[in-house]
């Protein structure tokens, strides 16, 4: 075997290997999480990585520069969006604070969505006078709001039920933040400040749509569990520019 044919076999073989394990990831994430975009992006690209792997040999270098290039968009992309997700500008004198929803199994948040509120609970224990907005209403596999469900999680980690408001009829980031609104006007007629918390990834959307909704707010990130990073990210870079081009929320 010539060296130009076996360094073929191992580039060949890594790209094999992690379209597989691409796809059983993809697998993993549909068995306990809510299927989104962000499961037949990441399933594509697991297609895509086993096609290029079989026609590793017969693509020109010409593609092979273009493809390399293509491929730095999306992750500087990533890059951005994790480093925004990350950087706190939260004072801890905020009002309120604003926790989106991201789905449950019948009663139970999802690990995202736990991430999330115990974020939220962190920042109550240092500034527990604020108030903790909790959204989401009926959502697919679950048998109560999304709302609920986390006020029954902030409750049993310590945080006073009087100090949750619940916000149960939203179905997307942009209703969460625009019901939640709705509450908090009621409720501090004289004004306020919110502090936004949801997963890095997201974080970015979020702040926009939440300024657009006419908040003044402050951001806080919460974890991403790492297997679920391709789906989310990819998910994410196409909400992102959606909401760029079509100013969706």
Known sequence: MTEKKQKYLYIRI???LLGVLSLLNTAFLFRISNPTIGFALQGAL????????????????????ILGVLCLIPAGFTLFL???GNVSNADYTEEAIVVL???IHGERVSRPLAHRLDTAAAYWRENPTAYIVVTGGLGNRAIITEAEAMARYLIRIGVPEERILLEELSTSTYENLVFAQEILDEHFP???RVVVVTNDFHLYRATLTARRVGLDVARLGAPTDWYSWPS???REMVA???QWVFGGG
């Open 14 to 16: 890594i790209l094999f």
């Open 46 to 65: 697991s297609v895509a990585l086993l096609a290029y792997a079989v026609c590793l040999p017969w693509i020109s270098k010409k593609i092979h520069i």
């Open 82 to 84: 994790a480093i925004y």
């Open 101 to 103: 929803g991201a789905g």
């Open 190 to 192: 004289g004004g306020y």
């Open 232 to 234: 989310n990210y990819l």
């Open 240 to 242: 992102v520019v959606n």
